[in-house]
């Protein structure tokens, strides 16, 4: 079994397609990968060359140009290395691979597995158009479907019968983490681009209530991440006068993300969809208190009241706030039991438990 993954999300190589890439090769499959001119953060491709994972780069891959080149290229490599899987991560990469099946159609048997990752989810009036045409891609083309949370499944049950589910894990560095939470007051932690849909505002409008409340002086609101709306945000930060209480690290890398998780006791993840959710897992695995709408994975690892709560709008996220400001042994508990469940977010476990498997299948 020979596994060409694409490790490129659509604007470069990710860290969780190599981290995949990486556990894979630990347990004995023979991977290659295919890389993008583009690294979201530095060292990743570095990482899989000193794991001995061979690459292919595509040049341009994350822009979606020089399609025939690369299609030429996979032919080349793919045949040249005997690889009979491939495993793609966007429409543009099995559109790539489609087409190169069908020139190696007499040549080669070639699987191709898909993992459905976002669809314009955030646009009701693209988010159907888009569901339609990503289903006829898969029905045709793909041979299995990776759906990472219920939330998938029910969009695109019609594909039940070729579809598997698998969870997206977190990097060694948050597994290998200590518990660590602070005794006293909220830290608050939501990492995202600043966007529609996002919701920024509906955290620093609850937690701006609550302060005034409760006449709190030891909690804070971190909200990591870049983007248009992040200069808009930081206003109302200071409109609402907690400005002095709510930090913008901006863009952060996978191992300043983890140092900020760390810091905290509490995420809250008010967006309006999640196709998954590592805002979730991550601070889930480092054992935090989850404060969420029913998006993504939410509803599927988070309990009320056992690892943490629902909420639908500002009101009930200040309600929480205030509960739960009374009550630290509480928060610190609900973080502890989710830390005991790492184990199934971790790149090794998932490969072994699902992959492995699906690929045998």
């Not at 159609?105 to 070639?110: A, Q, S, T, V």
Request: proline share 4%; aromatic share 12%; hydrophobic share 45%.
């Amino acid at each position: 079994m020979k596994i060409l993954l694409f490790t490129d999300c659509s604007v470069g190589v990710i860290g969780y397609h190599v981290d995949h890439a990486i556990a894979l090769k630990k347990a004995g499959v023979d991977i290659f990968a295919v890389v993008s001119s583009k690294e979201l953060e530095p060292g990743l491709i570095q990482s899989m060359r000193e794991a001995g994972i061979p690459m292919i780069l595509l040049s341009g891959l994350e822009r979606h140009k020089n399609m025939w080149k690369h299609i030429f290229a996979l032919s080349s490599y793919i045949q040249n290395n005997e690889i009979n899987y491939v495993h793609v991560q966007t429409n543009w990469q099995l559109m790539l691979i489609s087409v190169v099946r069908f020139f190696l159609l007499f040549r080669k048997r070639l699987s191709i597995t898909y993992t459905i990752h976002a669809y314009r989810h955030n646009d009701p009036k693209k988010v159907f158009f888009a569901r339609v045409i990503i289903g006829i891609l898969l029905f045709l083309l793909a041979n299995r479907v990776i759906y990472t949370c219920n939330f998938l499944y029910r969009k695109f049950s019609f594909l039940s019968y070729k579809m598997f589910l698998v969870p997206i894990g977190v990097p060694d560095l948050f597994m290998k983490e200590p518990l660590s939470l602070p005794d006293r007051g909220l830290h608050l932690i939501f990492p995202a681009i600043f966007r529609k849909g996002k919701n920024q505002d509906l955290i620093i409008k609850a937690f701006a209530h609550f302060i005034v409340r409760s006449k709190d002086q030891n909690s804070s609101l971190f909200l990591p991440g870049d983007g248009p709306l992040l200069d808009e945000m930081k206003s109302l930060a200071k409109t609402l006068g907690i400005a002095d209480r709510v930090y913008f690290p901006g863009y952060c890398t996978r191992n300043t993300l983890c140092e900020l998780e760390r810091l905290c006791n509490v995420a809250v993840i008010p967006t309006n969809v999640e196709t998954y959710g590592l805002c979730i897992v991550e601070p889930f695995v480092l054992g935090k208190c989850i404060l969420t709408r029913k998006v993504g994975i939410a509803e599927d690892i988070i309990k009320e009241e056992v690892n943490g709560f629902y909420f639908n709008n500002s009101d009930d996220l200040e309600e929480l706030f205030m509960k739960l400001s009374k009550d630290i042994t509480l928060v610190n508990s609900i973080g502890f039991t989710n830390f005991k469940l790492k184990k199934k977010f971790n790149w090794a476990y998932i490969v072994e438990k699902y992959y492995i498997p699906i690929y045998k299948s």
